[in-house]
């Protein structure tokens, strides 16, 4: 489960713990919550330690983050980002395909040997052919046949993949290259399967 999704259970739990808490006088939602748990296989207690992000982004939505907050989130995620080694940003559509449509990775029930999957259908509609998907992101469908491979375009999306933070502080989406949660090999292939014109998504 990405660490964004966990983010979003751990939320859940961090209410509720925090509202019980508040009945009995309590007010240490977050170490209850680690009190809780115990790290199982690859999910450790390390999921618990919040970055300065997850920590603005984690108040209520009447606390959004001030400008000079927000303004460094997305300069610190700005800097983090790192693009293609060989300067290539586009792999293979097929293997993408493979990725956009893979959940599984970094739960505590799998083989962390295995590569990460990610889970882009859970949020977006990827092949205009799709019928199942998630809607907590924009539909994807026909991406790069109305954006163009534009060096500013490539650059952007993969931006966006590797840090969503640069563009939107306080985003729902995985970090996935800043995060580790796929490959550099593995974004390449997203980002043909976005873009390439033979890929379902520009069908």
Known sequence: MHRT??????????????M??????????????????KAHGQA???????????????QPASSEPSAEVAKSISRSAQERVKPP???????DWKAGEKIAQTGKGMQYSDDPAEPN??????????????????????????YGKLRGTSPAILEYTWTRLWNSHVYNVCSHMPRFGDAGILTE?????????LFDLDSPVNQ
């Open 5 to 18: 999704v966990k983010w979003g259970l751990l939320g859940a739990a961090l209410c509720c713990t925090s």
């Open 20 to 37: 019980l808490a508040a009945a009995a006088g309590k007010s240490d939602p977050l170490g209850n919550v680690a009190a809780s748990f």
């Open 44 to 58: 450790g207690m390390d999921r618990l330690e919040r970055d300065p992000m997850q920590q603005a982004c984690s």
């Open 85 to 91: 080694s060989d300067g290539q940003y586009l792999g």
């Open 117 to 142: 999957g990610g889970n882009c259908y859970a949020c977006h509609q990827m092949a205009g052919s799709e019928i199942a998907y998630g809607t907590l992101g924009p539909s994807l469908s026909q």
């Open 185 to 193: 090999q593995q974004l390449k292939d997203v980002m043909a399967y």
